[in-house]
Structures are given as C-alpha cells and as structure tokens.
C-alpha cells in the first residue's frame, strides 16, 4: 500500500510497533489450553457488540471487554501503556485496581489533571 499521508503513515507505524509488542509480550504467552479462550462470537455477545455490515472495530471491541470487565480504561489507553514499554498483564492490573486508570501516563501511574 502506497501511503502519501504523513498522518496516516504514523498511524500505521505506531500499529505496526504495537503488533509487535504484542508478539513479544510474554504475558500473552498461551499457557491454558485453547478451550478456555473465547471465540469471537462469544466475545460479541459477551460485550453486546453488534458488527456493523460484517466488520468488526477491534479497537472497539476491546474499549467494549475492558468496560464489561469493570475497568475503566479504553482501547486507545492499553495501546498507549503497550507503547510506552508496559505489558497487557501490568496494564490489566494497574487498569483493574483503579478507576482513574483510562488517565494513565507511560508509568501506571495516574496523570493529574491540575
């Protein structure tokens, strides 16, 4: 794909860098057996998203399963902490223990707004 959008060739590289992360994240390490991870039908109906036209907005989805959850942070959050070096294990536990988790900077920590 020929990308001329500055904008929109960041976006791609900043996907691309998370993909990779996520590829490198041990704490995604598949340990359990594949019967207990959810389909994606499951993973639908559990969060009450309905696809629009057949395509599903992953981003979201998962800001969908964070909320279902009881954490209020959203996709855009987790893709920043993963950015910013944090594993989805630490994020799912900073972001589980704390409401005011969708404010989080780089270090788990939760961003003052004053």
């Known amino acids: 794909m020929n990308v001329s959008n ?17 590829s490198q994240d041990a704490s995604l390490s598949r340990r359990h057996d594949s019967a207990s991870a959810w389909s994606w039908e499951e993973l639908l109906a559990y969060t009450g998203y309905d696809p ?7 981003a979201e989805l998962v800001s969908l399963t964070l909320g279902k959850l009881g954490i209020e942070a959203d996709a855009k959050t987790m893709v920043e902490y993963i950015l910013n070096g944090g594993t989805i294990r630490d994020f799912m536990n900073v ?18 707004d004053g």
């Open 52 to 58: 629009r036209d057949g395509t599903v907005d992953v």
């Open 6 to 22: 500055p904008a929109l060739k960041q976006k791609q590289e900043r996907l691309k860098l998370f993909l990779e992360r996520l």
């Open 95 to 112: 972001a589980w223990h704390r409401p005011e988790a969708a404010d989080m900077n780089d270090s788990g920590q939760a961003c003052d």
